[in-house]
Nanobody
């Protein structure tokens, strides 16, 4: 059973930066999309960044220009660089990998808190 493990969350002041990592415990055959999602208390889980296997990235307007998703295939790792963080970015951040055949993998989440 492949597991995704996120790390890098924490407390940061507004305007600060954090870098999240998501490592897969094993190889996932046929990956199509890798992404980062977040869920704030009382809100639905939302996409914050995704990258297709062809390198195409996608960001919602709320994070565009501030967040960057990248991958290191040799390390089986997906990163999320978050700059100019705002209090409204506070949430639990989850990584996700989607593969052919409808296979869907989620991490356990890492807390990001933006507060002064």
């Amino acid at each position: 059973q492949v597991q995704l493990v996120e790390s890098g969350g924490g407390l940061v002041q507004p305007g600060g930066s954090l870098s999240l990592s998501c490592v897969a415990s094993g190889s996932i055959f046929g990956i199509r999309i890798m992404g980062w999602y977040r869920q704030a208390p009382g809100k639905q889980r939302e996409l914050v960044a995704s990258i297709h296997i062809d390198g195409t990235t996608n960001y919602p307007d709320s994070v565009k220009g501030r967040f960057t998703i990248s991958t290191d295939n040799a390390k089986n790792t997906v990163y999320l660089q978050m700059n100019n963080l705002k209090p409204e970015d506070t949430a639990v951040y989850y990584c996700r990998r989607t593969a052919i055949g409808g296979r869907d993998y989620w991490g356990q989440g890492t807390q990001v808190t933006v507060s002064s």
